[in-house]
């Protein structure tokens, strides 16, 4: 048994560890969010009136429950 936990503790110690140059995907996440919020800013601007008007609604049908 002490045997099979000292493999797997040195199994465990000695799996070798990913370089400082792997660092992810970070520009892909950043285009992502980036367009995301364009298109945020470019449908708000297309439809701002239609938006207003039924955050309005919506408004005033729970305050009218």
Known sequence: MSLL????FLTLVMKP????????DVPGW??????TAGLVVAI???AADQLK?????????VANK
Do not use: F, H, N
């Not at 560890?17 to 992810?24: F, H, I, K, L």
């Not at 950043?30 to 367009?35: A, D, F, R, S, Y």
């Not at 008007?53 to 049908?61: F, G, H, R, T």
């Open 5 to 8: 936990l000292t493999r797997l």
């Open 17 to 24: 560890r990913p370089s400082r140059q792997e660092r992810g």
């Open 30 to 35: 950043v285009l992502i969010t980036v367009m």
């Open 44 to 46: 708000w601007g297309l």
């Open 53 to 61: 008007e039924m955050l309005q609604k919506a408004l005033d049908s």
